[in-house]
């Protein structure tokens, strides 16, 4: 999808913005603090309904204002689609879609796929930050795969509930696993084959972008042993039921759940070494940035449609010819993208569009 | 401003009945207020009526003003097939899906269940039904949500031994909602996908 007209009003101190921009890449240029998060913020939440930096709508209202709005038009599979978000103090949020009053989960929304510079953290942080990298992918692929998890969650509070209460009746403790197991099976089944498919897509991307030849390598990385080699749906749930049999003793002491997809992992290495702990700032930050790559890619070979991608500076995170070749990769893809950058010295090819922002203004550089 | 205050005390009345908030409370006090004096005397009297001469069946735990409810008793209904429901709502539901066999209402909510002790659950009276030898096949059409669909397996488990059939809604159900309010035309399509459990 393309974005092709971008309309702002009374979004943070984005005031009044109207632009076309390119249908690659566009650079958003500027000084700090004028606007240029604030702009893929917008995007992000015309798309999401929910901002990656607050969860309170009134921050995002223009200091003395009741109301912003977002207006775009946009390709999709040869169609223009207008959306539109309205926000007012009094009534909260309105999303329109070509006109019609429609809610975030409309076929026709917008996709997004948002790098920040905190996704370094996907790279060095704990692990709950990787299994929900995995787990938003998987949610946007498949409606199923939403669901489990849904399930899940509630299932394994209950359960945790009951170990903390003690007395519970054997006969419950034994439903609630098995519904616990029947709802992890497809969770860890979806994140394996995931892994596998992102392992092929980095690996790659990650030498295309670097310009080097290391080896990436991603291993999911399970809570309980397995003795296949190939996990399949059985030998999966045999293992699981395995483990929480063994640990019966302890999770009853411990008051928890210890085994299951909400303990699993995903470890990433670098020419063998576990990128967590052994890699350079630089390859982390490059390692972050090629896992966003790989998440623009996944989803659109899965839904077939390219997402925008919107990167928040990530230029202040790599080297100059990871710059260069990032970009190159970037103009090379068939996906619209936005990035914001302190400097202008970036070498852009002469398709791209580049906005200079100021005081919350944007002005295209001709 | 000060409302007169019998006027006060009836919209305070109708704002704790559920899905009631303070605007429409106002408005259906003050619509009350304009009808003529028989007819909401005849309202006030129904509303008594209603919660002084209805009570659970002793046999199913629907809601009834006899015992045994005219369900249980009714000669044409299939006595073969009896559908368990969370709550008397969900009889009402289930009826408008053309359903023709017999009830077993659980009256109760099925959080209960949090302190782990899904024995609290009043199985007593779906024990004496199957018990009476007629029973075949027993549907469980308690809430898709996770506490009804741990509900369903408990009793599932408790009347296995009696080698009757059992079944459970299966499809077009919206998981996590209610059956209160899944349409008919879904819940008549998930009694005929009913699977085997
Ligand atoms: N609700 C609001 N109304 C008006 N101005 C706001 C509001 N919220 C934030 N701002 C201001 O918007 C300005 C620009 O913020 P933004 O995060 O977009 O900066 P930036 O251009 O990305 O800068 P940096 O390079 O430092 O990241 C900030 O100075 C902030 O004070
Ligand atoms: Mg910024
Ligand atoms: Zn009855």
Redesign the pocket.
């Known amino acids: 999808m393309r974005l092709e007209l971008i309309q702002i009003n009374n979004f ?2 984005l005031e009044q913005v109207t632009i076309r921009p390119a249908a690659g890449i566009n650079l958003l240029v ?1 000084k ?7 702009f893929l913020e917008a995007l992000y939440v015309l798309a999401h309904g929910t901002s990656f930096r607050t969860v309170r709508d009134s ?5 003395q204002k009741d109301t912003y709005e977002i207006k775009v038009v946009y390709q999709k599979e040869g169609r223009l689609v207008q959306s539109t978000l309205h926000y007012a103090s009094t009534k909260g949020k309105v999303l329109r879609i070509n006109n019609k009053r429609s809610t975030f989960s409309h076929p026709d929304r917008l996709r997004m796929v948002l790098f920040t510079p905190d996704d370094l953290y996907i790279v060095k942080g704990s692990p709950h930050l990787r299994r929900s990298f995995l787990d938003l992918i998987l949610c946007q692929v498949s409606n199923e795969y939403a669901q489990y998890l849904n399930n899940y969650s509630k299932i394994l509070k209950k359960r945790n509930l009951f170990l903390k209460t003690k007395h519970v009746n054997q006969e419950v403790e034994f439903l609630t696993r098995d519904m616990l197991i029947e709802n992890a099976v497809p969770l860890i089944m979806g994140r394996i084959n995931l892994v596998e498919w992102l392992e092929k897509e980095i690996h790659s991307l990650y030498r295309k972008i670097t310009g080097g030849n290391s080896k990436i390598k991603l291993r999911y990385a399970l809570s309980f042993t397995i003795n296949k080699d190939r996990a399949s749906r059985e030998s999966v749930s045999a293992a699981l039921r395995q483990a929480l049999d063994e640990k019966q003793e302890s999770e009853m002491r411990r008051g928890t759940t210890l085994v299951g997809p909400h303990r699993d992992d995903l470890n990433i290495y670098i020419d063998d070494r576990n990128a967590r702990t052994h890699a350079s700032q630089g390859e982390q930050r490059s390692l972050a940035v090629v896992l966003k790559a790989a998440e623009m890619t996944t989803i659109k070979n899965i839904r077939g449609i390219a997402p925008i991608f919107l990167l928040d ?1 990530v230029m202040a995170e790599l080297d100059q010819t990871r710059r260069t070749l990032l970009l190159e990769h970037l103009s090379s893809s068939d996906s619209q993208s936005f990035l ?1 950058t ?1 400097e202008r010295d970036v070498i852009v090819t002469k398709q791209a569009g580049v906005f200079n ?1 100021t005081n919350g203004k944007l002005f295209e550089e001709a | 401003m000060r409302l007169a205050r019998p006027l006060e005390k009836l919209i305070r009345e109708l704002e704790k009945l559920p899905g009631i908030g303070p605007k429409s409370a106002q408005r259906l006090a003050l619509h009350i207020l304009r009808q003529p004096a028989v007819e909401v005397r005849e309202l006030a009297r129904a509303l008594v009526e209603a919660r002084e001469k209805t009570f659970p069946c002793s046999r199913c735990g629907n809601l009834t003003e006899i015992d045994p409810c005219w369900i249980c008793t009714d000669p044409q209904r299939d006595e073969s097939i009896i559908c368990v429901v969370e709550q008397a709502s969900d009889v009402m539901a289930v009826e408008r899906a053309n359903y023709q066999g017999k009830y077993y209402v659980l009256n109760q909510n099925p959080r209960l269940m949090d302190s782990g002790s899904l024995e609290e659950l009043n199985l007593q009276g779906l024990l004496n039904f199957i018990k009476g030898g007629r029973v075949q096949e027993i549907i469980l059409a308690t809430n898709p949500t996770i506490d009804g669909e741990l509900t369903a397996r408990y009793i599932a488990r408790v009347v296995k031994s009696f080698g009757v059939r059992i079944t459970r809604l299966a499809h077009g159900l919206p998981v996590g909602g209610d059956l209160e309010y899944t349409d008919e035309l879904t819940l008549r399509r998930a009694l005929e996908g009913r699977r085997e459990i």
């Open positions: 943070r101190n500027g700090n603090a004028q606007g240029k998060t604030n921050d995002l209202v223009c200091d500076e914001t302190v922002v």
